[in-house]
């Protein structure tokens, strides 16, 4: 079954620190894989997407994320973290082919003064 | 380029009323999804379309009825509007797949819908 799990439920950071926001997926064929973030009362932006070419994906606002097919994983990380990144992240994996995209239950990022 | 666009952006209804909310994108998508997002679920998929005048049922069909007529339309019917609906309801478009790839989605702003 294809699935997609977000580690953390919630995230707290200091501002100037590291993000790490984990997720793992479950697949028996090549994913398209995202994230999205959600900022309160907004909708879902995109930050950077995997599809099959460089495994380490830039994105928008200093993001990055690395696919690794042998741990089933596209963990987003940011080196310094900044109040403005306080959101809900999603990660959502799409198989080629298929109309299907599927949503981790979000994390929520804190990030402290 | 507006994108995609949900109206109304807020609604609030009693138990057993019935309302359309209508999502429009501008971008020649193929695929459109309507989205319910509650608190803990993330996005769970209500109904979809893979073209004009074709939809088919998601993973939380019950209670909602959709309509593609044209291309750029999605709306979303609530028939006998339930408190369990009380939700946020995101639509998105893609245009599908491209050399075996799947394009990200891309979201109106939502819908705030309270049943009282």
């Known amino acids: 079954a294809q699935s997609v799990t977000q580690l953390d439920s919630h995230v707290s950071v200091s501002e100037g620190t590291p993000v790490l926001l984990r997720c793992n997926y479950s697949s028996s064929y090549s994913p398209s894989l995202f994230w999205y973030v959600q900022h309160p009362n907004k909708g879902l932006q995109l930050l950077l997407k995997y599809t099959s070419a460089a495994t380490l994906v830039k994105g928008i606002n200093g993001f990055e994320a690395e696919f690794k097919k042998s741990e089933t994983s596209f963990h987003l990380t940011k080196p310094s973290a900044h109040m403005s990144d306080a959101a809900e992240y999603f990660c959502v994996v799409s198989f080629s082919g298929t109309y299907k995209y599927i949503f981790g239950t979000g994390t929520r990022l804190k990030v402290l003064a | 380029n507006a994108g995609v666009t949900q109206t109304p952006k807020f609604r609030v209804l009693k138990t057993g009323q019935s309302m359309t909310l209508l999502c429009a994108q501008d971008m020649n998508h193929e695929y459109m999804y309507w989205y319910r997002q509650d608190p803990g679920m993330g996005l769970r998929l209500i109904h979809y379309s893979v073209g004009e005048g074709t939809t088919a049922k998601g993973e939380v069909p019950d209670g909602y009825n959709v309509s593609r007529l044209k291309k750029q339309n999605f709306l979303l019917g609530l028939e006998s509007a339930a408190p369990s609906q009380t939700s946020v309801y995101f639509c998105?478009?893609?245009?599908?797949?491209?050399?075996?790839?799947?394009?990200?989605?891309?979201f109106g702003n939502g819908t705030r819908l309270t049943v009282t």
């Open positions: 998105a478009s893609s245009p599908g797949t491209e050399k075996f790839v799947n394009s990200p989605l891309h």
